[in-house]
């Protein structure tokens, strides 16, 4: 029994019509026939009933028709895993990352998934959100991972946002700084606007800063554009900023203190970004895969 007459006859059935059918399956009726008249021989019973307007499935054909139906999805799951199989040993994702996460997420990220997939060729697109957005829009990348988008935007170029975790934010500050010398944890309230070397404009991390300041801009009197130099300033005693945790990690001056803020804290989401409607290929799936898997 061939998978391909179990194809045709599943059409003929859900046309009605042998004559639909053959377009569907791009066979001509002939040829479409013959197909029928072999699972028949093969079956040794009749599978349809010829009707004036089309074609009904007998008993028999409907006993056919459940298991064809079972055998061909089986099937197209088997050419499917192959697929996915060639994918992750040959294939290629391409993502981009905002650069406030990139330096101190990737290396763990992509440490796993180069040593289980050495052949699939990852290509790296470190830039800010707006420009993420459009490569995403455009597929220049499969998807990106950032810290929120505008509602705007991604309605405009049908994108869909999913939170993968939220990162803690601290506060930054020489050793010897007060905010780093007492007890309590600081509060938002604490930052003195004058001393925060704050990051600037087009950074996630700049505008999630300026939340503690409802929105408003402080005048500030130190910005940069990496919190690697930030973080030499503070280091240097030319003030305090506010860290993502991940980049908190191994920072290479032993002069510096992170502190969580008091309460809940400050957080920012960290999203997955990917265009609406679209599945990610089996390399980019197994990539997000420990924060893909369902709660």
Request: glycine share 6%; hydrophobic share 40%.
């Amino acid at each position: 029994m061939e998978l391909r007459h179990l194809q045709s006859f599943v059409a003929i059935v859900e046309e009605g019509s042998l004559s639909a059918a053959a377009l569907r399956q791009h066979l001509s009726q002939p040829a479409l026939s013959q197909q029928l008249q072999a699972l028949e021989q093969e079956l040794g019973e009749s599978l349809l009933h010829r009707r004036p307007r089309g074609v009904d499935p007998t008993t028999a054909g409907e006993l056919l028709l459940t298991h064809a139906r079972t055998l061909l999805a089986q099937a197209e799951r088997l050419r499917g895993d192959f697929r996915n199989r060639r994918e992750l040993e040959t294939g290629r994702v391409a993502f981009g990352i905002i650069p406030t996460l990139a330096p101190y997420l990737l290396p763990q990220l992509l440490g796993p998934f180069r040593k289980a997939h050495p052949g699939v060729t990852v290509s790296i697109n470190e830039s800010r959100t707006d420009q993420l957005i459009q490569k995403v829009a455009s597929g220049e990348i499969e998807f990106a991972i950032l810290s929120g988008a505008p509602a705007s935007e991604r309605k405009r170029a049908s994108l869909q946002l999913s939170e993968l975790f939220r990162e803690p934010l601290l506060l930054a500050t020489p050793d010897s700084h007060p905010l780093a010398l007492r007890k309590t944890p600081p509060a938002a309230a604490d930052l003195d606007p004058a001393e925060v070397i704050h990051l600037s404009g087009g950074h996630c991390l700049a505008e999630r800063t300026l939340k503690i300041w409802h929105g408003c801009k402080p005048d500030f009197q130190l910005q940069c554009d990496q919190i690697a130099t930030a973080l030499a300033m503070v280091s240097a005693g030319m003030g305090v900023t506010i860290v993502p945790k991940l980049a908190a990690h191994g920072i290479p001056h032993p002069n510096i203190t992170c502190r969580a803020f008091a309460g809940a804290g400050i957080h920012r989401p960290i999203h997955l970004m990917k265009r609406r409607n679209t599945k990610l290929s089996p390399p980019a799936d197994r990539l997000l895969a420990a924060w893909l898997k369902p709660a």
